[in-house]
């Protein structure tokens, strides 16, 4: 039973109250055979849509699950794409009469069935060097998916420190309600930026780096030992986190900003 159905036999009397949250309770999570059980309707609840962890599924069962989730939702990011895969699932989305946003040299995108609505919450991001950028246009593409304009600044790390204050100059002007900041190596950038701000800090580390501190740990450890209060951490790569925890407290500051207790109306775009 589809929503608008349980909804029109409410209103009509047909069904009770006790029948409409059962039948919502099992339209919120759909089945694909016997290999995945998507929270449909999380995007409703959450703010945060359906994201598909590609890496350690078929292309069979990406697709699918694609197909799947646009045909209920409109919208679905699809994370961590195998590089042999990644043209065939961008080609099987525009197949399907989708639209793809995708990320520079990111292994990320954003597939939607209808364009989406902007709000005015903004979030920016910053990339330390040109090596985290992938990671930092995940975050990107999440926070399209939840609504947010975003302003972005790369290879803007500690080595050459000047190239910070311009990009924080237009993020504090846009009255942003977020930065993520994504850095490798010793990850240092997200600790000088939360001490130059009073805006939230998301520190990313990513696994950049090599000798004594590779794969991440140097720039994680960092991050969770910085002096610069105001800023919290989330794991090695991992944009989707950062992206999704940014977009809600920017969502969250502009609407409250506003002087309103609701949330955006729909998931919107994002641009520089």
């Known amino acids: 039973m589809e929503l608008d159905d349980i909804l029109k036999s409410l209103e009509s009397g047909k069904i009770t109250a006790a029948d409409a949250r059962r039948f919502l309770s099992l339209h919120a999570v759909e089945e694909i055979e016997d290999f995945a059980k998507l929270d449909i309707d999380r995007k409703m609840r959450t703010g945060v849509p359906e994201v598909i962890l590609a890496e350690t599924k078929t292309t069979d069962e990406i697709k699918r699950i694609i197909g799947r989730v646009l045909e209920k939702t409109g919208l679905v990011l699809v994370s961590r794409i195998r590089e042999n895969d990644y043209d065939e699932i961008v080609s099987y989305s525009n197949g399907i009469g989708a639209t793809t946003s995708t990320g520079r040299n990111s292994s990320t995108i954003l597939v939607v069935t209808k364009p989406v609505k902007l709000h005015d919450s903004v979030v920016g991001i910053l990339a330390a060097g040109t090596s985290d950028v992938g990671v930092a246009e995940e975050a990107r593409l999440v926070c399209e998916a939840m609504g947010c304009r975003c302003i972005t600044g790369y290879d803007v790390g500690v080595a050459g420190l000047q190239r910070v204050f311009p990009i924080l100059k237009r993020i504090i002007a846009a009255d942003a309600g ?68 940014a977009a809600k407290i920017a969502s969250r500051a502009r609407t409250s900003q506003n002087g309103r207790g609701d949330l955006p109306d729909e998931p919107g775009g994002c641009g520089d």
């Not at 009073?198 to 794969?215: A, C, R």
């Not at 989330?234 to 950062?242: K, L, Q, T, Y």
């Open 178 to 245: 977020c930065v993520v900041v994504v850095a490798g190596m010793e990850g240092a950038l997200a600790t000088l930026v939360s001490s130059l701000v009073d805006i939230p800090v998301i520190g990313v580390p990513t696994s950049v780096g090599y000798g004594f501190g590779q794969k991440g740990v140097a720039a994680l450890a960092s991050m969770l030992q910085s002096c610069a209060l105001g800023m919290a951490v989330v794991n090695i790569d991992n944009g989707i986190a950062a992206g999704s925890v």
